[in-house]
């Protein structure tokens, strides 16, 4: 069984520094994506930035961009010049990739991120 | 595209009640999705479906039934309301593509269900 584990329950960053949030996961699978999702006070769950197993390149988007170590099984996300509309609530997710097929997501507990002006 | 709709956005009921929560796509994906949030949690699956006709549990399937008879609408029925089912309900669709060798993944949340039964 996958268990994805965000190990930071609530964070602040003052506005214009960088955050990093930590995520680790356990699999036995090869073949898999990651991804941040946020979710701001009007619930709405919003991917912020995937990242490929089979990929090497770290994935970047914008101000967004992940550490992926796939050896120690981490994938942090980075956030630069933090925004006062960054903050919400960071959930990692782990998707298994079976070939023709996919598993379904798998979410960390999440991490609350507060920006202060 | 409108993406994934839920109605309703709120409801309360009380237990022992009945209700159907709307999901619909319209972005002919084969995959669709319930997870429900408890308050400080991720989310968790209730029930998936990869496509018209099929069904499948997830980790917390249980006073819950869901059913598929088209790519687009995918309700979830709760038949005895709970203290227990007090949470956020998301419906979420996906799809899965290989072009060019190159594999691509993406899933699409509908705005969530607050549901109160007490």
């Known amino acids: 069984a996958q268990t994805v584990t965000q190990s930071q329950p609530e964070m602040s960053v003052q506005e214009a520094e960088t955050v990093t949030l930590s995520c680790t996961y356990d699999t036995s699978e090869n073949n898999y994506y990651l991804f941040w999702y946020k979710q701001p006070p009007s619930r709405q769950m919003i991917l912020v930035i995937r990242?490929?197993?089979?990929?090497?390149q770290n994935a970047t988007e914008n101000r967004f961009s992940v550490n992926f170590q796939k050896a120690a099984k981490s994938f942090s996300l980075k956030i630069s010049d933090s925004q006062l509309g960054d903050t919400a609530m960071y959930f990692c997710?782990?998707?298994?990739?079976?070939?023709?097929?996919?598993?379904?997501?798998?979410f960390g507990k999440g991490t609350k991120l507060s920006v202060k002006p | 595209n409108a993406g994934v709709t839920q109605t309703p956005k709120f409801r309360i009921l009380k237990i022992g009640q009945s209700m159907t929560l709307q999901c619909t796509q319209d972005m002919n994906h084969n995959y669709m999705y319930w997870y429900r949030q408890d308050p400080g949690m991720g989310l968790k699956l209730i029930y998936y479906?990869?496509?018209?006709?099929?069904?499948d549990k997830g980790e917390v399937p249980n006073g819950y039934n869901v059913s598929r008879s088209t790519t687009e609408d995918f309700p979830l029925r709760l038949e005895l309301a709970a203290p227990s089912q007090t949470s956020v309900y998301f419906c979420?669709?996906?799809?899965?593509?290989?072009?060019?060798?190159?594999?691509?993944?993406?899933?699409?949340f509908g705005p969530g269900t607050r549901l109160t039964v007490t």
């Open positions: 479906s990869v496509g018209a006709g099929i069904t």
């Open positions: 979420a669709s996906s799809y899965y593509r290989r072009i060019a060798g190159l594999k691509t993944y993406e899933q699409y």
């Open positions: 990242q490929e197993a089979y990929k090497q």
């Open positions: 997710a782990f998707m298994a990739d079976y070939g023709g097929s996919q598993g379904n997501l798998i």
